[in-house]
């Protein structure tokens, strides 16, 4: 039984050697501290929990959704861009209901992509960019480098002549937590608009951010909604990873490709996870904030401190994040190394390997545990390292 020859292409799964190295201090009884995975360790909001209680306890709840999602979720997604973007979005025309973002990031490329076509993928990045949307369509990943001089953005000049017909763009940034400005956003959009680029920008981490800094949304330039789509998430913003439920906004025509192909392979979000997130965006004010995204992210700036003050008094090259509940780490050597090593003293980490090949000296650490776990990973860094 061989594999397809696009399941060929995909890369090594490089973190089988960590997570067989991970298995082995477990039963040796190390207690591991994993400061790894970007899984909110806190809880969904009470309103999101009660309105799932209330909602599948009705009948009519575990019927077939549609394709597209339900018109009244949609109707909370448009609702919701207007509060916290000030952006006039169609809930018939312009919204999608996905079983998460990361599943309409995989499937924009089913819809427009052919055998060959170029697409722009950010180097380091969330892998489903390269692997799980554009090479299992067939498609070819051409990588950016991101440039730290240029706060971790790609040259977008670099790739004029690449003729490529998608790009991937992704700020607040994973595995980076660089932010992008309005500025750079116009010069996103202008280079899709001037080269003819399907721009797909993920925005799910608008949410999560510090120091008064708020994430746009590329749908607030002028000419985005000629040519992008924006996909989102409910999983960070509500602490519902499994949930499973997200949504992208944009281009009428980008819109209908994902359906399409939504279509033939699933029937949309449970109706239930739809209705319990619509009250959840209903939670912010009419001026887009919300007292639970605020108190979240006190929190997460709480545990950002700790390890960036950490990290930055034993000498690592770190900026201090902006959004997301990341911090990328210069660790000056080999990132599988360093994260072994660090396995040696009980602490977990994400080799920057994983997400492309021009950091391979950096490591991502998550905030997505208790302060206490962050404090006493801290411990064991300043004492063993």
Known sequence: MELSERMKKLPPYIFAELEKAMIQKKKE??????????DPDL????????????????PDNHKYSFSQGERDF????????GKRFSVELDPEEDVIALIGAKEGIANISRAFIDPGDRVLVPDPSYPVYANGSTILSDGVPVFMPLDADNGFKPCLDDFVDQKAKMMFLNYPNNPTAAVAD????????DFALENDVILCYDNSYSEITFDGYRAPSIMEVEGAKDVAIEFHSCS?????????????VGNPRL?????????????????????AAKTALDS???DGYSEHVDLMNSIYAERRDVLYNTLRSMGYGCPKPKATFYLWVDCGRDSMEFAKSMLDIGVVVTPGIGFGEHYRNHVRFSITRPKEDIERACRRMEEEL
């Open 74 to 81: 949609r109707e909370a997604v448009v609702d919701w861009y």
């Open 182 to 189: 309005m500025d750079y956003l116009r010069e996103i959009v």
């Open 236 to 248: 960070k913003t509500f602490n519902i990873t499994g949930g499973r439920i997200g949504f992208a």
């Open 284 to 286: 912010y004010n009419g």
């Open 29 to 38: 009884g190390v207690d591991l501290i994993s400061l790894s995975i970007g």
């Open 43 to 58: 809880p969904p909001p009470e309103f999101f929990i009660q309105a799932l209680r209330d909602e599948v306890l009705n």
């Open 255 to 275: 819109i209908q490709g994902l359906t399409k192909v939504k279509a033939q392979i699933d029937s949309g979000p449970p109706i239930y996870i739809q209705r």
